[in-house]
Structure formats: structure tokens, C-alpha cells
């Protein structure tokens, strides 16, 4: 009895430490306080901190509860961080304040403190998720929330063509320039799951028109225009 309870909690904290680490990065995404007086890209992070940890207490009581631990392979894991190695070598030979360096004025995404902390998402996803089933909730959550940010988007787009004072570049990621890192993301995930997965006529087709609306937003993202 007492081997049953311990598979069923441990599968528990498993299946939690998953969905934790599944909800953590679209929530962070079009999470937001409507409030001037508190930054955007700081409420994000704070999301993204919180539910790394609470996913890494989680798996870490799930390894410990089965006595073992299954690492990723080293090069990948050591790849993970060549970013971050990049960014901190720019940042010592940069000859600006360490504190502005590592991350900006309001916490921005460009900067060593923002990419050390994706990289141990990262590095904390590669631990976590192992079967393609743990991969189809990242990329079903994932879609749901670009859908939210583009559907919002355009909501703002339209209203910033229409006079009511509201800029079209307006959005729920952060700046505009992080607006299309997104998009961009969008599409690389959207091409891994149709070279991935198999779909349904509609779903696939909602996927491809999903895709083209976000390499839209990333040329204008991008653009000088």
C-alpha cells in the first residue's frame, strides 16, 4: 500500500513540476498590471522567476522521492549557456556599470541578467520535459498564449488606426522590439510542431494562417519603416 501511495504522490509531483514549468513561460507573456507606475518587463520576470523555482522545488522533490536523476546530455546542456558567456564577456569589456549592464534600467530583455535567466529555463526545461507528451502541453499552451498576443494586437492595432488616442504599437509583451522576439518565437515553435506532430485539416490550417500573421509582425518588428 505505502509503494502505491509513493508511485501515485510522485507521479503527483511530477505531472505538477511539468505543468508548473508548461504555464510559467505563456503566463509571463500576457501577464501584465494595468499601471504606469509598475514596468511591464518587471512583472514579467517575476513571473518567470517565481514559477521556475516553484517547478524546479517540485521536480526536485519528485527526483528525490525516486532516488534518481536523469541529466541532460552535456554539450546540449553546455550550449545552453554559451549565450549567457557571450553576454557576460561583452558586459566586462563594455565599460558601463555592472548594475546597468546586468540588467538595464527596468529589468530589459537585452541584457545579461534577462538572458542568464532564460538560459536556466532552459536548462531547467532540458531536466524536466522527456516524452513527447510533456512536449505537446509546451506547444499547446505556447500557441494559446501567441494567439492571445496577436489577437491583441490587432485589437490594438485597429484601435490605434482609428483615432482613440491608443498608439498601434502598443502590446502586451513589453516594447515593440520584444513584440517581434516573440513573433519570431512563435514561428519557430509552429514550424518544429508542423515538422513535428501530425494535425487535423482546421488545426493545421489555423497553425499556417497563425504562422503568416506572426512572420507579419516580425517584418514589422523589424522594419525601419
Do not use: C
Amino acid at each position: 500500500m505505502n509503494m502505491i501511495s509513493g508511485d501515485v504522490k510522485r507521479f503527483s509531483f511530477e505531472g505538477l513540476s511539468v505543468w508548473t514549468l508548461a504555464l510559467t513561460v505563456p503566463l509571463a507573456l500576457i501577464f501584465f498590471i494595468p499601471s504606469e507606475t509598475v514596468p511591464m518587463v518587471s512583472t514579467k520576470v517575476l513571473v518567470l522567476v517565481l514559477g521556475s523555482a516553484l517547478a524546479f522545488v517540485l521536480f526536485a522533490v519528485a527526483r528525490l522521492m525516486k532516488g534518481s536523476l536523469s541529466l541532460p546530455p552535456l554539450l546540449l546542456a553546455g550550449a545552453l549557456w554559451l549565450i549567457p558567456l557571450a553576454y557576460a564577456l561583452s558586459t566586462l569589456f563594455s565599460g558601463v556599470p555592472f548594475g546597468t549592464a546586468l540588467f538595464g534600467t527596468e529589468l530589459e530583455t537585452d541584457t545579461l541578467g534577462f538572458v542568464f535567466l532564460l538560459s536556466a529555463l532552459t536548462t531547467l526545461s532540458a531536466l524536466i520535459v522527456r516524452n513527447a507528451k510533456h512536449y505537446k502541453l509546451f506547444f499547446v499552451l505556447g500557441f494559446i498564449a501567441l494567439i492571445a498576443t496577436l489577437l491583441a494586437q490587432i485589437v490594438f492595432g485597429i484601435l490605434g488606426v482609428s483615432g482613440t488616442g491608443i498608439s498601434a504599437a502598443t502590446n502586451i509583451v513589453g516594447s515593440f522590439t520584444d513584440l517581434g522576439m516573440v513573433a519570431g518565437l512563435g514561428v519557430v515553435l509552429i514550424l518544429m510542431a508542423l515538422r513535428s506532430f501530425s494535425f487535423r485539416p482546421v488545426m493545421h490550417a489555423t497553425l499556417v494562417v497563425t504562422l503568416l500573421v506572426a512572420l507579419l509582425l516580425l517584418v514589422i518588428a523589424n522594419s525601419n519603416v
